[in-house]
């Protein structure tokens, strides 16, 4: 069956994948964005959150350059998508992707997963105030679901209001759900030239760029005690979670309804809690699972009442 879908990706490079090989690349997809999330935290306690992200965006261009130029994709940006590739760098990969690995350094990486896909809600609140777009009665109520998820991370009886560090924490991914949904809504409002995905490269190659003079001035010199255990989990993180996953996805959505791609994707943050109980020993808490299950209902109701994009987009990590 892999050498199949294999068969079918590499026969539809230059466009549509068939049904099972869309299938199989967003199962893939799915499974990256989703361990991402654990193995972050796990490289954020060996080394800088913001060269962390840095050296993450570095190894990312250094792999979408390749796949860009095998596709005839590689460009220049035109002058009107400057605008989208500044913000995008700016809000999502740099300020998100920073303030998620140093909150990731105070909270566990099922809290922070379950924190950092609040975006759809903030996304559906910013498009309605600065886009004009109505909040329909089944958006209305899946973004109640969202809120009521959010007050059960913040429940004394689950958090530890005493606890400086996991407030700290989760306030910092809070605010990077805040930088995420406002990207979102920008680009949205957007009026493309060229493809998300022809842009990719120069948005994690801007991101890389002033990540590291952030880092150089605020953390200052690099000093890693790089292992092999760390080199993998940066190369997993940087070439598989960030530069194939963003491949892979641009190939499924030409192939896949969205609406069906939006409602797999969901399963990202749910592997993610699983992935991090797995691999980082972090317990499988009730509420967890009970304000994840109100945050992607919500996010359901959402996708199934046209809000799709919106979901496809904050998937990703």
């Known amino acids: 069956m892999r050498v199949k879908m294999v068969k079918d990706v590499k026969r539809d490079m230059s466009g549509g994948l068939s049904t099972r090989g869309a299938a199989g690349l967003l199962a893939l997809v799915v499974f990256a964005w989703g361990t991402n999330w654990p193995v972050t935290r796990t490289i954020v306690h060996e080394m800088p959150p913001l060269w962390a992200t840095a050296i993450r965006c570095m190894i990312a261009a250094a792999g979408l350059a390749p796949l860009l130029w095998a596709q005839g994709d590689f460009i220049i940006p035109k002058r009107g998508d400057m605008p989208v590739v500044l913000c995008t760098s700016v809000l999502h990969l740099v300020a998100f992707s920073a303030l998620v690995a140093a909150g990731l350094q105070f909270v566990p990486a099922g809290r922070a997963i379950v924190l950092g896909y609040t975006t759809p809600i903030w996304v559906a609140i910013g498009a309605s105030i600065f886009l004009s777009e109505a909040i329909s009665a089944r958006r209305a109520i899946g973004i109640g679901c969202g809120i009521a998820g959010l007050a059960v991370i913040f429940n004394p009886a689950t958090l530890n209001w005493s606890d400086r560090n996991a407030l700290y924490g989760s306030g910092l991914i809070l605010i990077a759900a805040f930088c995420w949904a406002g990207n979102i809504v920008y680009v949205r409002a957007h009026r493309w030239i060229s493809t998300p995905f022809q842009l990719v490269f120069w948005q994690v190659l801007l991101a890389a760029a002033l990540l590291s003079v952030l880092a150089w001035f605020t953390e200052g010199a690099p000093h890693i005690a790089w292992t092999p255990r760390l080199a993998a989990l940066m190369l997993y993180s ?17 192939s896949l309804p969205a609406v069906t791609t939006s409602l797999c ?24 699972f ?8 919500g996010i359901a109701l959402g ?15």
């Open 290 to 297: 009970l304000a994840m299950t109100l945050i992607i209902g």
């Open 303 to 317: 996708a199934i009442g046209g809000g799709s994009s919106q979901v496809a987009s904050s998937a990703r990590v």
């Open 238 to 254: 940087g070439i598989v979670c960030t530069a194939f996953a963003n491949w892979a996805m641009t190939m499924v959505n030409r």
């Open 265 to 288: 994707l969901l399963a990202t943050p749910l592997l993610g809690i699983v992935s991090a109980t797995v691999l980082l020993g972090e317990p499988l808490e009730p509420s967890l």
